[in-house]
């Protein structure tokens, strides 16, 4: 059964800490990605991946980092938490650029 | 900047009708397009996927595109209580992102 792993299902942070957020999948996917998704505002892609140590920005990169140095591994960093970054974070990968998404179960970060 | 719309809802259908969600999208060089379930509190999973004009069945699921009036929809027949979720039209947005609409929450009536 393919899986994409999150870390954390819940993690609650407080205003100006580091946080990260792990993501790692088992099919050998090349290709990454990290949402959050809001209510009312859908899923918006944050960076995505599409290879070791590569990485591009989404539609809203400001106040992220990425880093993947295994393929298996894409880490989604928030630098500094602000409570504007209280939301559901959602880890995916696909195997192509026209195949479908296999999303992780998600993490409910909440800063305070 | 490329979009994906939907009607929010939420669409309440009774038992046993055909549940109709529809999504358009502005870019039209876009190739690949899906449907996503999301149940309350669980992340989405795919339930249909299309790449070609016309229709697409599976089950009690029919995925309709149309790309000259930039126009996908998904039909649910003999809807079950258990449909009851949030569903997700996601666009393929060009090289490797993919476009979601904000979602339609749907309503299935016992």
């Known amino acids: ?112 | 900047q490329k979009e994906v719309e939907q009607n929010s809802g939420p669409l309440s259908v009774p038992e046993g009708a055909i549940a109709s969600l529809n999504c358009t999208y502005s870019d039209r060089g876009s190739q690949s397009f899906f449907w996503y379930r999301q149940y309350s509190g669980k992340s989405p999973e795919l339930i249909m996927f299309i790449y070609s004009n016309g229709d697409k069945e599976d089950g009690r699921f029919t995925a309709q595109l149309n790309k000259a009036s930039q126009y996908v929809s998904l039909l649910i027949r003999d809807s079950q209580p258990s449909d009851s979720a949030t569903y997700l039209c996601a666009v393929n947005g060009g090289g490797f992102k993919t476009i979601f609409g904000a979602g339609t929450r749907l309503f299935v009536k016992a």
Not at chain 1, 20 to 30: A, I, N, P, S, T
């Open chain 1, 1 to 112: 059964d393919v899986k994409v792993t999150q870390s954390s299902r819940y993690l609650v942070k407080r205003t100006g800490e580091k946080v990260f957020l792990e993501c790692v999948q088992d099919m050998d996917h090349e290709n990454m990605f990290w949402y959050r998704q809001d209510p009312g505002l859908g899923l918006r892609l944050i960076y995505f991946s599409y290879d070791v140590k590569m990485k591009e920005k989404g539609d809203i990169p400001e106040g992220y980092s990425v880093s993947r140095e295994k393929k298996e591994r894409f880490s989604l960093i928030l630098e500094s938490a602000s409570t504007n970054q209280t939301s559901m974070y959602l880890c995916a990968s696909k195997a192509g650029e026209d195949e479908k998404l296999f999303f992780g179960s998600g993490t409910q970060l909440s800063v305070l």
